[in-house]
């Protein structure tokens, strides 16, 4: 049995595998779990990120607003199933007006570092890159220097050093809709200064794997195991009638993550449901955030719907291993 490296959560949403369901991960039966309209400025509320906080929880949350603008909004909760999402967005704090301006704030993801709770999100500044800031109290907001030149998409923070080193995951990517994109790792030693980048692992071509043939991007933050990083990550087909998300998941070695040990050939969870096929973006699922349990094993994944909606999912990290070694990717 694999174990995973961190706290226990016995609040941890959860519900048992439904009987019949041989797939190694599945839906919360309420799904979704926050709705298009939750706020009253809403037009869509999706992939946003959450995690444990004082005695409940905190989450940052991609709004797109009745005039189509995408910014962060806080918000909490007790169960972490019903959240109170604040009606105005982030306002971010920072000593520089070229990094604090605003020109768009869209998929964050949230981890804690020592006593601080980091937020990256896809930051506008002459074109996507990666916004980073952070906060004691999810009520103020300390924004950083910008990661890295446009353009780039999806930063994902490892909750931890390694080897001294603060380490990000993310996928370059162009102005536009990126008809490409790879997964590749960052390092920096203070949060601001990032470089010794390295590949991780990209799409693949062919029909091997074709749910992850045109672009891959990172999803939740790192999930420490005894053998090594669980990385949960979206994969993109094109095809005659859109692009189509998956989810899929890899593992990393845990002293040089930017070596794949493992990674699934076959998709854990595609748009099957109405709420992921039908929405502003249709046939999406995009992980971006997940809750994990030390005890038990158990992971309940947060995942964007359809560019619409927020879904939950649930797993074990057996599940993803067994999955992974059952219907491995050969490794290049």
């Keep these: 049995m694999s174990k995973i490296i961190g706290n226990a959560l016995p609040g941890i949403p959860w519900q048992d ?17 926050i709705g298009r309209h939750d706020i009253p400025i809403a037009n869509s509320i999706f992939n946003s990120a959450v995690v444990p906080f004082g005695d409940g929880y905190a989450g940052v949350f991609r709004c797109d607003s009745l005039s189509v603008s995408m910014d962060i909004f806080a918000g909490f909760s ?36 020592e006593d601080k709770y980091f937020v990256t999100w896809c930051n506008g500044y002459h074109g996507p890159t990666i916004g980073v800031a952070y906060t004691y109290d999810f009520k103020t907001f300390h924004q950083m220097e910008n990661a890295f030149l446009p353009y780039n ?60 043939s045109m672009k891959i991007g990172p999803g939740p933050c790192p999930i420490e195991t005894d053998e090594g990083w669980l990385l949960i990550y979206h994969g993109v087909l094109r095809t005659c009638s859109g692009y189509v998300y998956r989810m899929g998941c890899a593992l990393l070695d845990l002293e040089e993550p930017w070596k794949v040990k493992m990674r699934s050939r076959y998709y854990l ?27 038990t094993g158990r992971i309940a994944v947060y995942y964007g719907c359809a560019d619409t909606v927020t879904g939950l999912a649930f797993t074990t990290v057996d599940n993803l291993m067994d999955w992974m070694k059952k219907y491995p990717m050969p490794i290049r």
């Excluded at 439904?18 to 979704?32: F, L, M, V």
């Excluded at 001294?164 to 949060?191: A, N």
């Excluded at 969870?269 to 046939?283: I, K, R, W």
């Design 269 to 295: 969870l595609a748009p099957e449901e109405l709420y992921e096929q039908n929405g502003d973006v249709p046939n999406v699922v995009f992980p971006c955030a997940a809750l994990t349990d030390a005890d």
């Design 153 to 212: 998409r999806n930063g994902v923070l490892f909750p931890r050093k390694i080897n001294g080193r603060y380490m990000m995951l993310s996928r370059p990517s162009d102005t536009g809709h990126t008809p490409f994109g790879d997964i590749f790792l960052s390092q920096s030693p203070d949060m601001e200064f990032w470089g010794h980048h390295r590949f991780v692992m990209g799409t693949v071509p062919g029909d091997l794997s074709a749910w992850q």
């Design 17 to 33: 595998r439904p009987e019949g369901c041989d797939k190694p991960i599945w839906r919360y039966s309420n799904n979704p779990v």
């Design 78 to 113: 007790r169960d972490a199933i019903h959240w109170e999402i604040n009606h105005e967005p982030v306002t971010f704090e920072g000593e520089d007006p070229e990094v604090t301006k605003r020109e768009y704030r869209y998929d964050p993801r949230v981890v804690k570092i």
